[in-house]
């Protein structure tokens, strides 16, 4: 692809975010890359029973990755928060517009890797939405690169968020007997070497402990439980034994 394809790629009547957002998320310029991204989340939360009337909170929403993947299927709404104000602002131009049931806000959560300027804390951010207002809750790479209490404090909300039922897929590094063999052997594709004081989870970087966290299986199964949250399905990733990026993903119901 050219410098100029990057700067204007083709109109092909898909909406797709601009190139340095693009290589920003997913390390390319390339529209092929976000396209199967987009298509592979969709099909990863409808095989998880994600359904068109579904009511959907997309937290770490990005530049729209899943939000353009629903937009022909999805009809009970759709809310994405993201950190990240330039892709919250370009979903708020060029999604909402054209499609009023699809929502973006920004948080300025303070975070030392993606928002060192954030001013909100996130073990104390309150998602703006009434309790159980949604059947859906997505979170990609999200608590990969949070700390204990700002996950525990997330766990709640989506609690509190949740309809009856409702379910949450999110992704995690997780930190078992055998991942953690496979860490301390240095096959993983980051290192996670540096131990957090909690013991609850790993950093790969003490200077930025938000770049890339694991977290003990342990104790993500246990704040599930306390906020009432079942653990309904874990497909397992195999970032622990290879370069691969690929994360565990954890689906759970609202009991």
């Not at 204007?8 to 898909?14: A, I, M, W």
């Not at 993606?114 to 001013?119: A, E, I, L, T």
């Not at 909300?157 to 496979?182: H, K, M, Q």
């Amino acid at each position: 692809m050219t410098l100029v394809e990057h700067l204007n790629p083709p109109q092909d009547g898909v909406l797709v975010p601009p190139a340095h957002l693009r290589a920003y998320y997913y390390g390319t310029f390339k529209l092929e890359t976000f396209r199967r991204a987009s298509a592979g989340l969709r099909g990863e939360l409808l095989s998880r029973g994600l359904r068109p009337e579904h009511r959907v909170l997309d937290i770490g929403s990005g530049i729209g990755t899943l939000a353009l993947g629903l937009i022909d299927y999805l009809s009970g709404g759709y809310d994405g928060v993201d950190i990240h104000r330039e892709a919250v602002t370009w979903c708020q131009r060029n999604i909402t517009p054209a499609n009023p049931a699809f929502r973006f806000a920004h948080a300025d959560l303070v975070s030392r890797a993606y928002n060192p300027r954030g001013v909100i804390p996130a073990a104390s951010y309150r998602f703006p939405f009434a309790d159980r207002s949604f059947d859906y809750i997505f979170l990609a790479s999200v608590f990969t690169h949070m700390l204990p209490d700002d996950v525990v404090h997330y766990v709640e909300e989506i609690s509190r968020l949740l309809t009856p039922g409702g379910v949450c897929v999110a992704s995690y590094f997780l930190l078992n007997d055998e991942t953690r063999a496979g860490v301390d052997r240095g096959e993983s594709f980051m290192s996670f070497r540096v131990s957090h004081p909690s013991g609850v989870c790993r950093l790969h970087d003490v200077s930025v402990p938000e770049a890339a966290i694991a977290f003990e299986e342990s104790f993500i199964r246990n704040i599930h439980m306390r906020a009432g949250l079942k653990i309904a399905d874990v497909r397992r990733g195999f970032w622990w034994k290879g370069t691969a990026h690929d994360q565990d993903l954890l689906t759970v119901v609202a009991e």
